[in-house]
Every structure is written in structure tokens, then in C-alpha cells.
């Protein structure tokens, strides 16, 4: 055996031994955060883990109980077997585990509940649970970071929403109507955002709310993406309107008085 034969030989034990250690280090494994790796999940243990994690979620203004809601899905999630009904509901429980998490926390829960909320969209993308939830949490990653997120995920926080409201305009109470309307505002400065839009977004998703026909009207059950809005039609109308026209031209504000004093011929 040559020298040379001998050193090549070294050194491909070393890159051996050094693979072997990355894949130990590693597990060599392609699961992500928040993805159990060990043992796939049954059809039982799965919805078992949902009924769990819902009656947790009913009780998520204790923030150690919302948290064990997110890691009770996290379990069953399954990288190599994905399952919609889990991925949208572990985005949605992400989203607001971000909203009460200290701030150090935000980011990484955030990007969870986008990744799983895209996950859902291109498993089930004539649903719009998937489509919602990812717009959701990559909207509060967006305000969380408006320079290097918000700017760059306006078109997708868009996209999503109105995806939403073609498959299904009321879900969420309308609150994909109260997101447009949002990015409508948040984008005036530096895109073609206008508060004229966001009037117009924000009384589009009144319809919605009105259809569901709730009764007595509940501000606080709904998702509130933009100015919180009641479940009232007429209460929604009002608000809606008080919470963006002041941002409205001078010329359209004073015109749309107007034609709301004009009554209109029955």
C-alpha cells in the first residue's frame, strides 16, 4: 500500500467518523420544532390528543394551560403523515399563544403557527382554515418586525385573506375583511394602501357577521385582527366607520356624511 493510498484511506475515516457524529448530534432526523419524531401517531391518539388539547383551549386565558395545548398537538404531529384537522388547529393555538407570551417567545411561536397554517393550506386548500391561520400569524410576524417581515409578506397576508373570502367569507366571524383592512392602513405610507379601501373592507365584512345571526350580539367571542368590532350589524357599521375615517380625504369624508344623511327613497 502506497502513502498516498494510506492518507486517503484517513481520510475518509475521519469524514466518516465526523458524518457519524453530525448524525448523532442531529438525530438524523428532519423533524422540526414542534414535530415529535418517535412513533407515528394512530388515528385514536391523534383525536384523543385534539378533544384534549380543545378543552385546554377553552381555558387559554391561563397561559400554562394554553401552552400544554399547543405541546399536546405538537405530540401527534407527524412530518411524515400530516394531518389538516391538527396542522390548522396547532397554527390557530400558536397564534394566540404569541399574543400571550412574553415578547422573547413571540417570534419562534409565530413562525410555528405559520409554518403549520401553511401546511394546512396546501394539504386542504379549498378549506379556509389552513389559508386564515397563516395569514394570521404571519401578520402579527409582520407587525412584530414591519422593515424586514412586514414590507416583504404584504402581498402573502393578502393573498391568504382573500383566498379566505372566496371560499368562505364569514369564518372567523369576518375577520379576513378586518385583516385586509388592516394592511390597508399599515400600508398607506410606503404601498398603495388607503383608508378609503379599509372603510370599504371593514363594512364588506359587516354582511358576514350579520348572516350568523347571534344573538345577544358578543364582541368578545370573535377573532379581532383590526379595530375590534362587535357581532351587531349595526354596531359593526359604526365602528368600522369611526375607526378609520378620520384617516379618510378630507373630500371623502365630507361626502360620505353626506350621503349618510340623504335618506334613501323605500
Not at 453530525?22 to 432526523?29: E, I, N, R, V
Not at 402579527?140 to 414590507?151: C, D, N, R, Y
Not at 371593514?202 to 377573532?223: H, N, Q, T, V, Y
Request: charged content about 30%.
Amino acid at each position: 500500500m502506497t502513502p498516498k493510498s494510506t492518507a486517503e484511506q484517513v481520510k475518509i475515516a475521519v469524514l466518516a467518523v465526523f458524518v457519524i457524529t453530525l448524525c448523532l448530534q442531529a438525530s438524523c432526523s428532519s423533524t422540526a420544532e414542534g414535530e415529535t419524531p418517535a412513533g407515528r401517531p394512530t388515528p385514536a391518539q391523534i383525536a384523543e390528543a385534539r378533544a384534549a388539547a380543545e378543552r385546554l383551549f377553552a381555558e387559554r386565558t391561563d397561559l400554562p394551560k394554553l401552552r400544554e395545548a399547543v405541546r399536546t398537538l405538537s405530540d401527534v404531529r407527524d412530518p411524515e403523515s400530516r394531518d389538516f384537522e391538527i396542522e390548522w388547529t396547532y397554527a390557530k393555538y400558536n397564534f394566540f399563544l404569541g399574543k400571550a407570551a412574553p415578547e422573547k417567545e413571540k417570534e419562534a411561536i409565530w413562525e410555528r403557527g405559520k409554518t403549520a397554517g401553511q401546511i394546512a393550506a396546501r394539504l386542504e386548500p379549498n378549506r379556509p382554515e389552513g389559508h386564515f391561520w397563516y395569514g394570521a400569524n404571519l401578520g402579527e410576524l409582520a407587525k412584530l418586525s414591519p422593515v424586514t417581515v412586514g414590507i416583504k409578506s404584504v402581498d402573502e397576508i393578502q393573498s391568504a385573506m382573500k383566498r379566505v373570502i372566496e371560499i368562505d367569507p364569514g369564518y372567523q366571524s369576518a375577520s379576513a375583511f378586518d385583516a385586509l383592512a388592516q394592511v390597508e392602513l399599515a400600508t398607506r405610507m410606503f404601498g398603495d394602501g388607503s383608508a378609503e379601501k379599509a372603510v370599504e373592507l371593514l363594512e364588506k365584512g359587516i354582511e358576514p357577521r350579520a348572516r350568523e345571526r347571534l344573538a345577544p350580539c358578543d364582541a368578545s367571542r370573535g377573532l379581532r385582527l383590526a379595530p375590534p368590532l362587535g357581532r351587531c350589524p349595526q354596531t359593526d357599521r359604526r365602528r368600522a366607520r369611526n375607526a378609520a375615517e378620520p384617516q379618510l380625504h378630507p373630500r371623502t369624508r365630507r361626502s360620505r356624511r353626506k350621503s349618510q344623511k340623504t335618506p334613501h327613497p323605500h
